[in-house]
């Protein structure tokens, strides 16, 4: 029997059009593309959702941690996507396919939306496009999403494109700024099998930093 990973990333890191969207793997060496993933990661809305294990502070670190990403991506523990306008190619923000276990069929899922992209549906469509392709594409069979109690706008994006609220994980995630405390998640989840999110909802309200599970 051939291995479940045989249908994963092998080979070169697809780009995904839709929605208005194109999403495309990060490129650490590319300055635009670094200076973007810090703009991402020292955005005060982000911060004050999301406590990443190994903080971004400049260049040097962002460039570090694309480079950690594209390594992940070749064991193919997880995929991490630029998104942007399908048309301008204007950086809008990121969404991730991350902690993939083929043997489970399992991986979570996370995005981030740039501030001046905010309110026009990017976090929504950009991971609708992720979440098919994750349980088309890669065969996976459950996705799930995880994002800091009170975050009410992710609560929202994650029930539009079919994750449903499953419950609260105690202590499960760090708290803002700190790691040394913890803080409560909600957990959602889709499978392969839940109905497909209807193909209209491509809007949010503000803000959208998201949550972008293990940054």
């Given at each position: 029997m051939a291995p479940i990973r045989d249908r994963s990333l092998t080979g070169p890191l697809p780009e995904i059009h839709g929605r208005g969207l194109r999403l495309r793997p990060w490129d650490a060496t590319s300055g635009s593309d670094v200076e973007t993933w810090l703009r991402g990661m020292r955005d005060a809305e982000f911060r004050r959702w999301n406590t990443p294990l190994r903080l971004v502070t400049d260049r040097t670190s962002a460039r570090e941690s694309l480079h950690a990403r594209a390594q992940s991506a070749a064991e193919g523990t997880s995929v991490s996507f630029r998104v942007a306008d399908a048309r301008s190619d204007t950086a809008l923000g990121h969404v991730g396919v991350n902690e993939i276990k083929y043997h489970l069929k399992v991986a979570r899922v996370g995005y981030w939306v740039l501030p001046e992209a905010r309110g026009q549906g990017v976090a929504t469509r950009a991971l609708l496009l992720a979440a098919h392709w994750a349980l088309t594409e890669l065969g996976l069979y459950r996705l799930e999403l995880?994002?800091?109690?009170?975050?009410?706008?992710?609560?929202?994006?994650?029930?539009?494109?079919?994750?449903?609220y499953e419950g609260t994980l105690r202590g499960a995630i760090f708290a803002e700024g700190r790691h040394d405390a913890f803080r409560d998640a909600h957990l959602h989840a889709r499978l392969a099998t839940d109905p497909e999110p209807d193909a209209g909802a491509d809007t949010e309200p503000k803000p959208d930093a998201g949550r972008e599970s293990r940054a």
């Open positions: 995880d994002h800091a109690v009170g975050h009410d706008a992710s609560c929202r994006i994650a029930e539009r494109c079919g994750f449903a």
